[in-house]
């Protein structure tokens, strides 16, 4: 999974 | 260091105000905006768990740019001059719930909302550029709180490339706003560099 949908960073 | 760079410019701000009973110099359009970036990006903290760390940071965010906004506006409002700070903002929510609306992860209220807050955050600093070359100089502490602010965005950028070669995933939204975002901040950071940490008073060229 190359696009990061997790919203983890401010 | 990105975080804690931007966590640094809000107590830089505060002291600001705080030491000087003033925010002068000072845009509120700017700070108005942060408020709405972070309401908006920041609504996933009623579902979306990610650690003590992350909620607590949301929390502050939102706290103190709304404390921000209370102080500018009720307690040393005499100190903020609305006929310098005239930047149009309309010409920045228009096209960001644009570009929220074109470039998201999925088609759904939220996540438009997401991407609108990372485009708003992008160029929320504008109103105060526009502010600080209409006067042409700043506050010294004026100029830390910005530097530290722009600092913020620049040091994700070493965090998302060692994300990708990490964890193999790459956030483009985020990646091509955190860009534009520094990018709006060289012309500053020169003078930053060249005056301020020279020891010399901030002062644009006539």
Redesign the interface.
């Known amino acids: 999974e190359i696009l990061r949908t997790e919203k983890d960073e401010l | 260091a990105g975080?804690i760079s931007?966590l640094a410019s809000i107590v830089i701000l505060l002291h600001k105000i705080y030491t000087s009973h003033s925010c002068r110099g000072i845009s509120f359009k700017t700070q108005a905006l942060y408020v709405l970036v972070f309401l908006t990006r920041y609504l996933?903290l009623f579902w979306?768990w990610?650690s003590l760390y992350?909620t607590a940071?949301?929390v502050f965010?939102i706290a103190s740019s709304v404390y921000v906004l209370y102080l500018m506006k009720y307690k040393y409002r005499p100190t903020h001059d609305p006929s310098i700070d005239t930047f149009k903002v309309e010409y920045l929510l228009g096209p960001c719930l644009i570009l929220g609306l074109i470039f998201n992860?999925?088609f759904k209220f939220t996540e438009i909302l997401?991407s609108f807050s990372i485009w708003l955050e992008a160029v929320a600093i504008l109103p105060q550029l526009f502010m600080l070359q209409r006067t042409g100089e700043a506050e010294a502490i004026t100029t830390h709180y910005l530097a530290a602010l722009g600092a913020y965005r620049a040091l994700?950028i070493p965090n998302w490339i060692w994300?990708y070669f990490g964890d193999?995933?790459?956030?483009?939204i985020?990646v091509v706003a955190g860009l534009v975002q520094t990018g709006l901040y060289l012309d500053f950071f020169y003078v930053y560099f060249t005056k301020v940490l020279q020891g010399q008073k901030f002062e644009l060229p006539a």
């Open positions: 975080d931007h996933d979306h990610v992350n940071m949301k965010f992860y999925e997401w994700y994300r193999n995933v790459v956030d483009p985020a």
